[in-house]
């Protein structure tokens, strides 16, 4: 996708607008694949808080991927999207009991993070198999709010547990199909994948009926030059070889699932405001956004860094920046970033806006969520209409006063 046509986009459906390249998703998927091909039996499940759009969802599950849900609504949108309710997977974490069965009727597999909800279910569901997500107390993860597998997380069952775990499954029968972890996004060491898994594997092999062993994701994209990122490659040769001995020691063929959402589809998107006002204090050239926080947040929720370019004008005088949007706090995109000379109405591209931007996005300032497109081999589709005024009072009820 080249800048003039990112910009044609713009003049076709407006700014700010999300733009996806279905071609980068596929290239992830299937890279993804190919790192782990030493394994018979891979499966992808889409992380799909990630991105949320129902068009991502199909043109996953046609490239051949699962979806892994954190809600019923997620579980809901991945079977609106065509999925086989086997091929989602259901991963909640302090959910009600409510929910557990709901998900549970509608056919999909469950896995439970915690020892009230597993002896719950296997007294409510006898016979039905569940797996389970460990703790394998690992610290890892681009920052603390996304660091998920270590000692004093909320997430998992200790694997120092496994006698409790034990005795809840064998008083009710229930069929222990899999074993799950997920140790947070944006790890940067393999080496904490390989000794997550080894203590997923000695947690498995405690059970006779398991099916598959779910590493989750974690798996890093570079977002700024220089970055590093997961080396798929590498890691898939090692844990590829660790996993293939488990399954002969076991006696069987398992399979060996990832749930990747950033790797999938964060470097498909791109993120396209335009520029309303350009202002020099003393010390900063400030370029404001048609934009803010409401639309992007990583920035302000993780100072996550995404790289900025000036579509508009990218041969440009060189000069330094801080890109911020119109909401009322200090909602800074980008700070010191050497941009093309900035004029108003150019076009502001943000890289790596596919995963944890629009689905993080609200009305907050009561700002329109802005409008998604999805690029198909060069063709282009809005897949979300821009929001309108009619959609801020839309639950609203109005009372006599
Ligand atoms: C969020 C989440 C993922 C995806 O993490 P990414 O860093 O986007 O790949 C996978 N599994 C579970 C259980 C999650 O909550």
Do not use: W
Request: contains cysteine.
């Amino acid at each position: 996708m080249n800048n003039q046509f990112l910009i044609s986009l713009t003049e076709k459906y407006g700014a700010p607008l999300y733009v996806y390249n279905a071609a980068i998703i596929q290239r992830q998927y299937q890279r993804m694949i190919l790192a782990f091909s030493s394994v018979k039996n891979v499966k992808l499940n889409y992380a799909v808080k990630s991105n949320t759009n129902i068009n991502i969802l199909k043109y996953l599950n046609n490239l051949g991927a699962g979806g892994d849900c954190v809600s019923v609504q997620e579980v809901k949108l991945c079977l609106a999207a065509g999925m086989d309710a086997q091929e989602i997977s259901y991963t909640p974490n302090g959910v009600s009991f409510d929910e557990i069965s709901e998900v549970h009727q509608l056919g999909v597999k469950i896995t439970l993070d915690n020892l009230s909800s597993l002896d719950q279910f296997g007294k409510t569901f006898p016979q039905a198999p569940v797996s389970l997500r460990i703790n394998p107390h690992i610290m890892a993860g681009g920052n603390a709010k996304i660091s998920v597998g270590h000692v004093d997380s909320k997430f998992g069952i200790s694997h120092t547990q496994i006698e409790a775990i034990k005795e809840i499954v064998h008083q009710n029968q229930t069929p222990i199909n899999g074993v799950h972890m997920h140790t947070g996004s944006d790890i940067k060491d393999p080496n904490a994948f390989v000794e997550a898994m080894e203590v997923l594997l000695g947690i498995a092999e405690q059970f006779d009926t398991i099916e598959f062993i779910d590493l989750g994701s974690g798996f890093k994209v570079p977002y700024q030059d220089g970055d590093i990122e997961t080396n798929l490659e590498e890691l898939g040769s090692i844990l590829g070889a660790r996993f293939n001995e488990f399954c002969a020691a076991y006696g069987k063929d398992l399979k060996l699932v990832f749930e990747p959402g950033k790797f999938l589809v964060s470097e498909a998107g791109k993120f396209l405001t335009r520029v309303n006002v350009i202002k020099q204090t003393p010390n900063i050239n400030f370029v404001g956004v048609d934009s803010g926080l409401n639309h992007l947040m990583r920035p302000m929720m993780y100072d996550a860094y995404h790289r900025v370019s000036n579509i508009s004008n990218p041969e440009g005088p060189k000069k330094e920046y801080n890109v911020v949007g119109y909401i009322c706090e200090t909602d800074t995109f980008a700070s010191s970033r050497i941009l093309g000379e900035v004029r108003e109405g150019d076009i502001i591209c943000m890289d790596n806006a596919g995963a944890y931007c629009f689905s993080m996005s609200s009305n907050y300032n009561s700002r329109f969520r802005p409008a998604e497109v999805l690029v198909i081999d060069g063709k282009d589709y809005l897949i979300r209409q821009r929001e309108t005024f009619e959609d801020l009072l839309k639950n609203q009820i109005e009372i006599d006063l």
